[in-house]
């Protein structure tokens, strides 16, 4: 379907045969979504071998009661676990509840309001402070923003991360942006994997940024890989101990999208001076984490034999949703220009653009279909696309036969969205 050269009636003749096609599946009532960025019931099940697997044993290798009060570091096996998904010395690691979300809050908390390396150091000291936020990403890190009120500032992500060049320019033209959030690894939404150079350039923002400069390393997707020889994602730790910007970058992971979502454990990794920081203030919020869970989770991967192969188990179920999802894409746009997406090889999301102005009108016109979508906007900072393009489709909770058909669906409210435009500006 090109519709560059279409003449106006071969347009009108297009729109009717869309339409028709819009009313017959309207008339299924069809109720599928696309929204939801969870595993599927499948998916947890896969580690429910958790419950009961202590049987009666709290302690664990290292001698702790984990029943018991304290170690706010996490116990020594669960902060392994954390080092080996975020390629980090253990000693840098604190392995705390289920959700790493929490744990980006508290840091960007402690960071703007008591100072990660002393009072002074807290970003609200200045008039003025901003944050980076590559774009399409991931709405609850800019709500996090929102929340502590620090004014969000767009980049372009390309397929290598964000744009590097503007990211270098705007921090040597302002020093009240005080960090960047990153999703390096299939990043949510573009599926993009941070290229080494990428990798190379934010290890060295710590040298251009103004002080308190931190990047939000959210690893959400490290180990999520849906192909047998992944991409390897060069190691941040590494590359800024070598740069001498060890305090710029703080790491998070979780394994909410490993074990079972609600009931998890995750993960800030951080120089000393970093962890210190925060462990001082998070001995205010928490005399310690569910230590019970953390040696549940390490007993379980010792019987999963290794993390690879459990996550293995996710990739056969998540593979043909996204398989299903790319192939309506490439059937539909293949060809033509009225959408782009990048292929993710991991993660749970797939970005979709459709020509500007026509991702609201989609959304709307999938939910009229029956079709939930996530809302348009969302993948931007204050809700705002000012493209109005941008879609963010999550396949991994419908079964591949829902996937399949929501999908129909969608790439028909693109074609008949675009036809409509198209017939508009003619
Ligand atoms: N970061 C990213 C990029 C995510 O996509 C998600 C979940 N959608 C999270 C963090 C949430 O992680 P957690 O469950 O550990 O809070």
């Known amino acids: 379907m090109n519709l560059t050269n279409a003449s106006q009636e071969q347009l009108q003749n297009l729109e009717q045969t869309l339409a028709a096609e819009f009313s017959t599946i309207k008339a299924k009532n069809l109720s599928l979504d696309l929204t939801r960025g969870k595993p599927s019931a ?15 044993n709290y302690t664990s290798k290292s001698g702790i009661d984990v029943r018991n009060y304290g ?17 980090v010395p253990a000693s840098n690691v604190l392995a705390g509840g289920n959700s790493s979300l929490t744990l980006m809050h508290q840091v960007m908390t402690v960071a703007h309001i008591f100072g990660l390396n002393g009072p002074e150091s807290a970003w609200n000291k ?44 705007m921090l040597k033209a302002d020093s009240s942006i005080k960090g960047m959030w990153c999703v390096p690894k299939y990043s949510n939404p573009t599926g ?40 390897q994602l060069a190691n941040i730790f ?18 909410s999208k490993i074990t079972h979502a ?54 056969e179920i998540i593979k043909p949703r996204f398989a299903s999802v790319l192939k309506h894409l490439e059937e539909a746009f293949g060809d033509n220009d009225l959408g782009a997406w990048e292929s993710a090889e991991g993660g749970y999301f797939i970005s979709f653009d459709t020509r500007p102005g ?18 348009a906007g969302a993948t931007f900072p204050y809700g705002n696309d000012p493209q109005d393009s941008n879609i963010r489709i999550a396949p991994t909770v419908p079964t591949v036969e829902q996937v399949d058909e929501a999908m129909q669906v969608f790439v028909l409210c693109v074609k008949l969205a675009s036809v409509r435009q198209a017939l508009k500006n003619a």
């Not at 970058?249 to 394994?255: E, G, W, Y």
């Not at 609600?262 to 951080?270: D, K, L, T």
């Not at 609201?360 to 996530?374: I, S």
């Open 42 to 56: 499948e998916q947890v099940s896969l580690s429910d071998s958790l419950d009961g697997i202590l049987k009666g």
């Open 71 to 87: 170690g706010l570091e996490g116990i020594p096996e669960a902060r392994e676990l954390g080092a080996s998904i975020l390629g």
């Open 126 to 169: 200045q008039s003025s402070v901003k944050f980076l936020c590559p774009v399409p990403g991931y709405d609850r890190h800019f709500s996090v923003c929102e929340h502590l009120g620090i004014e969000m500032v767009t980049v372009p992500m390309t397929s290598t991360g964000p744009d590097m060049d503007k990211v270098e320019e």
């Open 192 to 231: 993009v994997i941070y290229s080494d150079e990428t990798v190379e350039r934010i290890a060295q923002l710590g040298k251009i940024a103004g002080d308190g400069f931190r990047v939000m390393w959210d690893n959400a997707y490290a180990i999520h890989d849906l192909t047998d020889n992944p991409v």
């Open 238 to 255: 590494e590359a800024c101990a070598k740069a001498g910007t060890e305090d710029s970058v703080i790491q998070f992971a979780s394994t």
């Open 262 to 315: 609600g009931s998890g454990v995750a993960f800030v990794a951080a120089s000393d001076a970093n962890l210190a920081g925060f462990k001082k203030s998070l001995g205010f919020i928490t005399i310690g984490p569910d230590k019970v869970n953390q040696l549940r989770h390490v007993n379980f991967f010792a019987e999963e034999g290794s993390l690879n192969a459990h996550m293995k188990k996710h990739a």
């Open 358 to 375: 026509l991702a609201q009108e989609v959304v709307d016109m999938a939910d009229e279909a029956g079709v939930k979508l996530t809302p």
